[in-house]
């Protein structure tokens, strides 16, 4: 697990390759929301409660919140709730998580 300051690094880094330059964190999130804004709510339309698997920055339970949805935040890294401390939920998203995995570690974590 990354320190806040390593985090931080982290994110920084991220923003970088993402989007070209360093972005603070509010940056960071809403251009990540921005990214996403134009499918992911359809995907989204027929869940309620989502659980975002690498939730990192936030953008994801933000933009859950403006669609009227409850948003779990699992994230080894960054924080957040563990899978056995949270209830039940619709729809678990793993968003720019799943190809950082291999195969094994894929089928593990959907076991």
């Known amino acids: 697990m990354f320190s806040p300051?390593?985090?931080?690094?982290?994110?920084?880094?991220?923003?970088?390759?993402?989007?070209?330059?360093?972005?603070?964190?509010?940056?960071?999130?809403?251009?990540?929301?921005?990214?996403?804004?134009?499918?992911?709510?359809?995907?989204?339309?027929?869940?309620?409660?989502?659980?975002?698997?690498?939730?990192?920055?936030?953008?994801?339970?933000?933009?859950c919140a403006e669609l009227g949805k409850s948003c779990v935040e699992v994230d080894d890294i960054g924080g957040g709730t563990r899978f056995d401390e949270m209830a039940p939920v619709d729809l678990v998203v793993a968003i720019c998580v799943i190809e950082h995995m291999t195969p094994e570690q894929v089928i593990q974590f959907v076991d």
């Open 5 to 63: 300051d390593e985090y931080r690094r982290y994110c920084s880094f991220k923003a970088i390759s993402e989007f070209g330059r360093e972005l603070v964190e509010a940056e960071f999130r809403a251009a990540r929301k921005a990214r996403f804004r134009s499918w992911l709510p359809d995907v989204l339309a027929n869940y309620e409660t989502v659980c975002d698997y690498g939730a990192g920055s936030g953008w994801l339970k933000e933009l």
